[in-house]
T-cell receptor, first 114, second 113 residues
Framework: GDSVTQMEGPVTLSEEAFLTINCTYTATGYPSLFWYVQYPGEGLQLLLKATKADDKGSNKGFEATYRKETTSFHLEKGSVQVSDSAVYFCALSPFFSNDYKLSFGAGTTVTVRA | NAGVTQTPKFQVLKTGQSMTLQCAQD?????MSWYRQDPGMGLRLIHYSVGAGITDQGEVPNGYNVSRSTTEDFPLRLLSAAPSQTSVYFC????????????FGPGTRLTVT
């Protein structure tokens, strides 16, 4: 079945450091790919998405590119802030599901220190 | 516009007890779902609904029941709680085709002793 594998954490960075969280997926066809973020004590929020190969999703300085050839959707940010401390989840939705069903990775906890 | 609301925020149950986790949304979304979040496992889909009167099982449905009598509400029932159901539960909703974002509630932390 469809699945997502993402980099295990936790990840601890200093402010202004570069962040990369790796995400690879297994799915048939062309799934939609997402990054969700969970701030402490809150529910998940959509950070960015991509729906077809070579699409680049971006939001709040974060970027991720849908790479069909490597089945990857790595999350990057060039200069992190303390406010970026959160748990980040990579997720996919099968092409035929109309984005109803999400399969999540295990989540990566990121802590940014001042 | 409150978005997706969940009650209670915290709950402790004894093994064998039953309870209902409440979820409501005010965005007129057709699609609603329940996930559980466990350490190292991400979120896993329990049940979902594509409209009032229509429900289906997700990845981990055993031990849980749902119903969808209105567009707004999607309660999750635990019939006989087990320690394996200790988890954080999230409800989510989504609009129709073309609306890709799922909106999540704040979660319910359930402990079964």
């Amino acid at each position: 079945g469809d699945s997502v594998t993402q980099m295990e954490g936790p990840v601890t960075l200093s402010e202004e450091a570069f962040l990369t969280i790796n995400c690879t997926y297994t799915a048939t066809g062309y799934p939609s790919l997402f990054w969700y973020v969970q701030y402490p004590g809150e529910g998940l929020q959509l950070l960015l998405k991509a729906t077809k190969a070579d699409d680049k999703g971006s939001n709040k300085g974060f970027e991720a590119t849908y790479r069909k050839e490597t089945t990857s959707f790595h999350l990057e940010k060039g200069s992190v802030q303390v406010s970026d401390s959160a748990v980040y989840f990579c997720a996919l939705s099968p092409f035929f599901s109309n984005d109803y069903k999400l399969s999540f990775g295990a989540g990566t906890t990121v802590t940014v220190r001042a | 516009n409150a978005g997706v609301t969940q009650t209670p925020k915290f709950q402790v149950l004894k093994t064998g007890q039953s309870m209902t986790l409440q979820c409501a949304q005010d965005m007129n979304h057709e699609y609603m779902s329940w996930y559980r979040q466990d350490p190292g496992m991400g979120l896993r889909l329990i049940h979902y609904s594509v409209g009032a009167g229509i429900t289906d099982q997700g990845e981990v449905p055993n031990g849980y029941n749902v119903s969808r009598s209105t567009t707004e509400d999607f309660p999750l029932r635990l019939l006989s709680a087990a320690p394996s159901q200790t988890s954080v539960y999230f409800c989510a909703s989504k609009g129709d085709r073309g609306h890709y974002e799922q909106y999540f509630g704040p979660g319910t932390r359930l402990t079964v002793t």
